[in-house]
């Protein structure tokens, strides 16, 4: 999975249609103002992929033991990584030999990816140049992420996942207007039916808005990769509501 640096090897785009403004299609609490961060940014995310889910029926084949899109590092934002160490947290408390493995998962993932990062390996931020966004096309596009139990094909912390694996699967607006379909889905749908599935295109704005308050907050910048944000030594299990 590669995504949205700058395209995504588990995705295809499919129609060059241009997409309403942001703004334009979101409901009124959703919409970002003066850049603060959306109250319950999760809710609205995943309302408005059950809303696709519905839409796209028969065509999303996404199912439990499907990992198509695990494979392959993506960047997240901290407030997705807050939100992984918090749910990881939790998972120490309530089921600890699943977390025990989600450790020893991340340990085994940074042997392979620390060599190769394309950032600053010390706070696990990527690198914001164009060259390391080069150099992160072809970075680790067969590693697994740590938090995928490869046996049951299931992420392990599923509820705490970050908002990327939350919307993929329907019909995504690229920034060339394009939309973009998981390769294994909509396979047999036509042009229209994969644009009346589009997941809502003022999605990325609210998301962006949150995340950059988020940051702002903590004196944060850039992304980081699922791996580099559980790692015990740099780990901050909290995430405060805010």
Same mark, same amino acid.
Not at 20 to 34: L, M, Q
Not at 90 to 111: F, M
Not at 195 to 213: M, T
């Given at each position: 999975?590669?995504?949205?640096?700058?395209?995504?090897?588990?995705?295809?785009?499919?129609?060059?249609?241009?997409?309403?403004?942001?703004?334009?299609?979101?409901?009124?609490?959703?919409?970002?103002?003066?850049?603060?961060?959306?109250?319950?940014?999760?809710?609205?995310?995943?309302?408005?992929?059950?809303?696709?889910?519905?839409?796209?029926?028969?065509?999303?084949?996404?199912?439990?033991?499907?990992?198509?899109?695990?494979?392959?590092?993506?960047?997240?934002?901290?407030?997705?990584?807050?939100?992984?160490?918090?749910?990881?947290?939790?998972?120490?408390?309530?089921?600890?030999?699943?977390?025990?493995?989600?450790?020893?998962?991340?340990?085994?993932?940074?042997?392979?990816?620390?060599?190769?990062?394309?950032?600053?390996? +010390?706070? #696990?931020?990527? $690198? %914001?140049?164009?060259? !390391?966004?080069? @150099?992160?096309?072809?970075?680790?596009?067969?590693?697994?992420?740590?938090?995928?139990?490869?046996?049951?094909?299931?992420?392990?912390?599923?509820?705490?996942?970050?908002?990327?694996?939350?919307?993929?699967?329907?019909?995504?607006?690229?920034?060339?207007?394009?939309?973009?379909?998981?390769?294994?889905?909509?396979?047999?749908?036509?042009?229209?039916?994969?644009?009346?599935?589009?997941?809502?295109?003022?999605?990325?704005?609210?998301?962006?808005?949150?995340?950059?308050?988020?940051?702002? +907050?903590? #004196?944060?910048? $850039? %992304?980081?990769?699922? !791996?580099?944000? @559980?790692?015990?030594?740099?780990?901050?299990?909290?995430?405060?509501?805010?």
């Amino acid at each position: 999975m590669k995504l949205p640096r700058m395209g995504h090897p588990a995705m295809m785009a499919v129609c060059p249609i241009h997409a309403a403004s942001p703004h334009e299609r979101a409901p009124r609490e959703a919409r970002p103002s003066d850049g603060n961060r959306m109250p319950d940014l999760i809710q609205i995310v995943d309302a408005a992929v059950a809303d696709a889910y519905q839409r796209g029926g028969k065509h999303l084949v996404c199912k439990p033991g499907c990992s198509q899109c695990c494979v392959g590092v993506f960047p997240i934002a901290h407030e997705d990584a807050a939100r992984l160490r918090a749910g990881l947290a939790l998972l120490e408390e309530t089921d600890p030999q699943r977390a025990a493995r989600i450790h020893a998962r991340v340990v085994e993932s940074l042997a392979r990816l620390d060599p190769w990062f394309p950032g600053d390996r +010390a706070t #696990g931020i990527l $690198g %914001e140049d164009y060259e !390391a966004a080069t @150099l992160f096309e072809e970075f680790a596009n067969d590693e697994p992420c740590p938090v995928l139990d490869l046996d049951r094909g299931t992420c392990d912390l599923y509820e705490s996942r970050p908002i990327l694996c939350r919307t993929f699967g329907p019909p995504m607006r690229t920034e060339e207007g394009n939309l973009a379909t998981c390769e294994l889905c909509y396979i047999h749908a036509t042009t229209d039916e994969i644009v009346a599935c589009e997941l809502e295109p003022w999605l990325p704005a609210i998301e962006e808005a949150s995340n950059a308050a988020f940051n702002a +907050a903590r #004196g944060l910048h $850039g %992304e980081t990769l699922i !791996a580099y944000a @559980l790692r015990t030594k740099y780990g901050d299990s909290s995430l405060r509501s805010e």
